[in-house]
């Protein structure tokens, strides 16, 4: 018999439901679409979807070839391309009137651009049909490519986000194929490529990880030049899923944003409900301003 850390009061929420967000779920199936706000039933979606006008698409499919053992996303060979996606999530994002969207894909290790191609066209459709939407994407490494990210740079989003969801001591535990330098390169080059599109990176913590090595990834992020961290708790998707070790306290994710604004970070969101896309709207706009 396995022992369960109980979870705190801090992280016990209400899902509350309302018609303009079961007819958004409609619209998703009929335009099969994926959001990463439903498929990770985020605790966020209502703040995000009708208040802040935000939201975090999961483009080239919801099959992934890769296996993260923190990730409910399915894994398996992907059999298609779709390259109707793009227009029909620039569709979605005009009818959801969002001010802030993100765009993540599966890693689709099976293709030669890793899906680069219809990232870009995807930015690209949704500028057209949304001109005053900020569009944050968040790539896999796309096997380390440069040519890959060019392609998705070179569609000119307003941010680059790239996770390096834990500590380097974790990492290849806790991820299949990415490695801990290879995050940091694909941030580094983005930064060279277009300085001054802000750069990105989530940390997921409650993994076993201790207070000096979220430091020293904070360090790592800084040292690559990238501009805005989140920190969130990793909550288990189910038992066969890597194990929790700690829930970090509220107390403990106010000193790691501190930490990380001593650090140079122009922003940091730490909290344990924190996803990498939460409050992304006001991430952009601070570094616009900047
Ligand atoms: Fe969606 Fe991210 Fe908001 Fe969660 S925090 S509802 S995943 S946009
Ligand atoms: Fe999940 Fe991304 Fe890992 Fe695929 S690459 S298993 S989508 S975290």
């Known amino acids: 018999q396995e022992e369960y850390i109980r979870k705190p009061d801090w992280l016990k929420i209400k899902l509350t439901t309302n018609d303009s967000y079961t007819g958004l779920k409609k619209m998703m199936r009929e335009e099969r679409l994926h959001t990463v706000c439903e498929e990770a039933r985020c605790p966020n979606i209502h703040e995000c979807w009708a208040e802040r006008k935000t939201a975090t698409f999961m483009i080239l499919g919801d099959i992934c070839t890769r296996a993260c053992r923190f990730c409910a996303v399915k894994t398996g060979l992907p059999t298609e391309l779709d390259l109707g996606e793009p227009e029909r999530v620039a569709n979605s994002v005009r009818t959801m009137g969002l001010k802030h969207v993100v765009i993540t894909a599966v890693a689709r290790d099976d293709l030669k651009d890793g899906g680069a191609n219809v990232f870009a066209e995807t930015v690209r459709a949704i500028r057209r049909k949304s001109p005053f939407c900020t569009i944050e994407v968040l790539p896999s490494d796309m096997m380390g490519s440069i040519d890959n990210l060019k392609t998705l740079m070179d569609a000119r989003p307003n941010i680059l986000n790239h996770n390096i969801e834990t500590v380097k001591r974790l990492t290849p535990r806790v991820r299949a194929r990415a490695t801990y330098e290879r995050s940091l390169t694909v941030l580094k080059n983005a930064k060279e490529m277009y300085p001054n599109i802000p750069t990105k990176s989530s940390l997921m913590i409650g993994l076993g990880e201790t207070k000096e090595e979220i430091i020293e990834t904070m360090d790592d992020l800084r040292a690559h030049g990238v501009d805005i961290l989140t920190i ?17 306290t509220p107390e403990e994710f106010a000193e790691f944003k501190e930490i990380a604004m001593s650090k140079g970070f122009s922003h940091c969101e730490s909290g344990p409900l924190v996803r990498a896309s939460y409050h992304a709207d006001e991430q952009v706009n601070e570094a616009q301003a900047r």
């Open 232 to 248: 969130g708790q990793y909550l288990q998707p189910s038992k066969s899923h890597i194990k929790l070790v700690k829930y970090w």
